[in-house]
């Protein structure tokens, strides 16, 4: 039953990865308009220093700056999946970008979709939570290279956690 599911979702991998990019669009735009609102903030004359302790427009600009630079992480985060080549995986294929990867830790599974940017990314896909990783995150490095029923170990909050990995589509 549990191998079914996890074809279920290696069916629909493109439908995946058009919801990351909604997801980061969505961000986008957010981080945009923040941009704009904390620029305009910056920039407006009632925020002009009255004296020099006064830093309310530095601290709008420095705001702004970093907005600024979270949308354009966004954009680059959303051009690389809109640029990524899906590859389908098979229980003898080794773990690779695109990846989807099924994990099973003391009776609990979680998935994981391997991704060229965007970590961190929560989806909720064919019922289930993916979470979007990146080769160079901790786990991401370690899945690399492995393949289905391999083992691996990590440590978390200061405890070995140990995982196998039950299926990669």
Known sequence: MLR?????LAVNKTDLVK????????ELELYSLSARAAHAEATHEQNKAENKYDT?????????HGQSRQAAETEHARQSFQALTLQTFGPGDIIGLSALVELESKGEHSWYFIGPRAGGTEIVHENKEV?????????????????ENEQLEMGIGGSRNHFRIVSVC
Not at 56 to 64: F, I, T, W
Request: charged content about 15%; aromatic content about 2%; proline content about 5%.
């Open 4 to 8: 079914t599911a996890s074809l279920l």
């Open 19 to 26: 919801k990351i990019l909604a997801q980061l669009e969505a």
């Open 56 to 64: 309310r427009a530095l601290e709008a600009s420095y705001l702004a």
């Open 131 to 147: 979470l979007v990783i990146t080769p160079h995150s901790p786990l991401g490095s370690q899945l690399l290279g492995k393949k």
